[in-house]
């Protein structure tokens, strides 16, 4: 038996457990008072140092991860749906992503398609899936993941900001739902910071932890 030292390292079970579902309500509670994002540039590299904690603490980093290139010139259409590692992007550290990019791996992770027709996985698997019931398991997660991280953002930013961007809120929303990275493109391209500047500081060690514990499961 694994012992989890976070539990958030499990996937939640919100149908069946109780205790899952007050940890997802916990999960999406934002950054509290003055710490909440008012939508000005030079408060943004300080939003981001406390919210990547705040992702980290609830394990939603992984969202963030961004496929870009998939193995499309295979020849076993199993294959064809592969992202390869070389093009998995992480949009928490870099500037190297288009708006099209990050939604184009949200709308596969809110996609409804079976197994058979699926035309690309939203992520590298340890395991790919095999049938409707594995895939359905891992799109469900990572949809719970995405959910949680837009309501943190949400509730990180200041009601002035939030009313501010509410007209756009088609560029960030799937259906109801805030979709995290979506909403963090977002953000960061209208605020526009020295994002190059903002990143280096960050990289260090958060690059390296987040990529090299994210990469090791795929």
């Known amino acids: 038996m694994t012992f989890l030292l976070n539990p958030y390292d499990a996937k939640l079970d919100l149908a069946g457990s109780k205790d899952d579902r007050k940890l997802f309500q916990e999960a999406c509670k934002g950054l509290e008072g003055s ?3 008012s939508g000005k540039k030079t408060t943004y590299n300080d939003f981001v140092k406390l919210i990547g904690k705040s992702f980290e603490d609830v394990r939603v980093m992984e969202t963030l991860m961004i496929p870009t290139i998939w193995d499309s010139s295979n ?8 992202s390869k590692k070389t093009g998995i992007v992480n949009m928490f550290t870099s500037t190297n992503l288009t708006k099209e990019q990050v939604k184009v791996k949200s709308e596969l992770v809110w996609e409804d398609t079976t197994f058979i027709n699926t035309p690309r996985y939203f992520k590298i698997f340890g395991t790919n899936p095999t049938d409707d019931d594995t895939l359905n398991i891992e799109r469900n997660n990572m949809k719970l993941k995405h959910v949680i991280m837009g309501k943190k953002i949400w509730s990180s930013l200041k009601s002035e900001f939030q009313i501010e961007i509410l007209v756009n809120n088609n560029e960030y929303k799937i259906g109801e739902e805030y979709d995290g990275p979506m909403l963090w493109d977002y953000i960061r391209r209208r605020i ?3 994002t190059r500047v903002g990143a280096s500081k960050l990289k260090g060690d958060i690059e390296k932890k987040q990529n090299e514990r994210l990469l090791k499961t795929m």
């Open 35 to 37: 710490d909440k994002f």
């Open 75 to 82: 020849a076993d259409t199993e294959a064809k749906k592969i």
């Open 192 to 194: 526009k910071p020295s």
